[in-house]
């Protein structure tokens, strides 16, 4: 069954550096979605983006945060200078179509000291 | 600020008895999903409704939508061990298919 991945799976970075989370979304999907989950919180909406675009983004979502889909596969969440506050797991989602629902990959968890 | 609020947030309940989890949305949608996570885990998708009166089942669990009211349910038959974990249920109103995920109820089922 096709599913979404994430790698890596667990990133510890020191506070102010980059750090690049990466997602392969099921193949034939259109619709592409980063969300977090600060531990034992609800999960929160980062952005959605479609046909090489962002679609939709949250007041999480700043200056700080970029999303992009380097090649036919892959979909990318940089975030350019981590502060504390940015750990969480972060989720990668994909939908075929829009208002389909959302499959989410196992997540990558980011410890930022 | 869309708010959508589940009830209970934690739920401990016996093996065998019946529940339901409650989920409330501020604004219109007509559209809302559930999901389960176990600890540590993604989220497992459990159901779609995408419409006003939607009711799907699978297994002891059924969902149920009434956007009249805002409301969907969750409602649990003669649980079992392997339920235990928390439940989201998401809401979809924005046109970039953004989803408001509900506070998450925790449940227990013990033996």
């Known amino acids: 069954e096709p599913e979404v991945t994430q790698t890596p799976s667990h990133q510890v970075t020191q506070m102010g550096q980059e750090v690049i989370l990466r997602c392969v979304p099921i193949s034939n999907h259109l619709y592409f979605y980063w969300y977090r989950q600060i531990l034992g919180q609800k999960v929160e909406f980062l952005v959605s983006f479609y046909n090489n675009e962002i679609s939709e983004k949250s007041e999480i979502f700043d200056d700080q945060f970029s999303v992009e889909r380097p090649d036919g596969s892959n979909f990318t969440l940089k975030i350019r200078s981590t502060k504390l506050e940015d750990s969480a797991m972060y989720f990668c989602?994909?939908?075929?179509?829009?208002?389909?629902?959302?499959?989410f990959g196992p997540g990558t968890r980011l410890t930022v000291t | 600020e869309l708010k959508v609020e589940q009830n209970p947030l934690f739920l401990s309940m016996q093996e065998g008895k019946n529940y339901t989890i409650y989920c409330n949305y501020s604004?219109?949608?007509?559209?809302l999903y559930w999901y389960r996570q176990d600890p540590g885990k993604s989220l497992e998708s459990l159901f779609v409704?995408?419409?006003?009166?939607a009711v799907k089942q699978e297994g002891r669990l059924m969902a149920s939508l009434d956007t009249k009211a805002r409301l969907s349910t969750l409602h649990i038959t003669a649980a079992v061990h392997d339920l235990s974990a928390t439940y989201f249920c998401a809401v979809d109103i924005g046109t970039g298919n953004q989803f408001y995920f509900g506070t998450g109820t925790s449940l227990t089922v013990i033996p």
């Open positions: 989602a994909s939908s075929e179509a829009w208002g389909n629902e959302q499959y």
């Open positions: 409704l995408l419409s006003n009166g």
């Open positions: 604004t219109t949608s007509d559209r």
